[in-house]
Antibody, heavy 124, light 109 residues
């Protein structure tokens, strides 16, 4: 069965860095686009970033552009999010999610599987 | 960026009643690239509907989606106890800019 397991969350000071990981299993990882979506405590969902199946396309929300970097290792069935220059407003549960590609190249689709999330807290 | 506005913010209903949730987009959502998700406390979201009206795998047929352009609806025909949750719409027609609505909470009356 499809499984997505996030790790790497924790408490970090403002201006600090953190790297999140998402381990995928139960499907052919290299066939799917992957994304990070976050949810601040008591708030709604916010798309953060996505990456195409072969890493040819990446995109970021304006709120994280220039600070976060998404990457993947298809040989390890893993997705990553490098988060730098963290701010208090980045505090959230971060979910990784899977999406099928759709035309045109680089376009995202709906998210059919989600991990359970990892909590990132940015506080001094 | 397409802004999605969900209404009402909270829907108070009893089990067995019909629930109608609205999602309105600030611009037309191309090719009806709109999805609905259900989220229960402490859990990840679960895909219910994609392409505005297609049910995801394993989703009961009491859940249905409709709409096009800027107006979309999620209908739960008869609420079961496990359906009380928060529901989000999401558009992916304007990829790479993906957006979610603010959510509708369906609570027990």
């Amino acid at each position: 069965q499809v499984q997505l397991v996030e790790s790497g969350g924790g408490l970090v000071k403002p201006g600090g860095s953190l790297r999140l990981s998402c381990a995928a299993s139960g499907f052919t990882f290299s066939d799917y686009y992957m994304s990070w979506i976050r949810q601040a405590p008591g708030k709604g969902l916010e798309w953060v970033s996505y990456i195409s199946s072969s890493s040819s396309y990446t995109n970021y929300a304006d709120s994280v552009k220039g600070r976060f970097t998404i990457s993947r290792d298809n040989a390890k069935n893993s997705l990553y999010l490098q988060m730098n220059s963290l701010r208090a407003e980045d505090t959230a549960v971060y979910y990784c999610a899977r999406a099928r590609p759709r035309p045109p190249p680089g376009a995202m689709s709906h998210f059919d599987y989600w991990g359970q999330g990892t909590l990132v807290t940015v506080s001094s | 960026e397409i802004v999605l506005t969900q209404s009402p913010g909270t829907l108070s209903l009893s089990p067995g009643e019909r629930a109608t949730l609205s999602c309105r987009a600030s611009q037309s959502v191309s090719s009806s690239y709109l999805a609905w998700y259900q989220q229960k406390p402490g859990q990840a979201p679960r895909l219910l509907i994609y392409g505005a009206s297609s049910r995801a795998t394993g989703i009961p047929d009491r859940f249905s989606g409709s709409g096009s352009g800027t107006d979309f609806t999620l209908t739960i025909s008869r609420l079961e106890p496990e359906d009380f949750a928060v529901y989000y719409c999401q558009q992916y027609g304007s990829s790479p800019r993906l957006t979610f609505g603010g959510g509708t909470k369906v609570e027990i009356k």
